[in-house]
Nanobody
Framework: EVQLVESGGGLVQPGGSLRLSCAASGFTFSSYAMSWVRQAPGKGLEWVSAINGGGSTYYADSVKGRFTISRDNAKNTLYLQMNSLKTEDTAVYYC?????????WGQGILVTVSS
């Protein structure tokens, strides 16, 4: 059974940092590109960042320079380091497999940026 479980969310002040983790199981993690996707309250899904099997990274313009995606294949874990957080970053964050399409998704975790 494929499982993706996000952790590390919570409440943070503007300008602060959080590190999200996504623990993967039930598939060959190293063979899949992975993405982070978010959904702000009342909004649609927004792709945030991706990392492929070779370690190449990609970012939405809205987060470039502030967020860093990484992975540890030995731990089957995906990460998103989020720095200089803005209120506009408030959203439920999902990790998802990104092999041609977003086939598998985690349950999502809430990040709230507020003073």
């Amino acid at each position: 059974e494929v499982q993706l479980v996000e952790s590390g969310g919570g409440l943070v002040q503007p300008g602060g940092s959080l590190r999200l983790s996504c623990a993967a199981s039930g598939f060959t993690f190293s063979s899949y590109a992975m993405s982070w996707v978010r959904q702000a309250p009342g909004k649609g899904l927004e792709w945030v960042s991706a990392i492929n099997g070779g370690g190449s990274t990609y970012y939405a313009d809205s987060v470039k320079g502030r967020f860093t995606i990484s992975r540890d294949n030995a731990k089957n874990t995906l990460y998103l380091q989020m720095n200089s957080l803005k209120t506009e970053d408030t959203a439920v964050y999902y990790c998802a497999t990104d092999r041609d399409q977003f086939e598998y998704w985690g349950q999502g975790i809430l990040v709230t940026v507020s003073s």
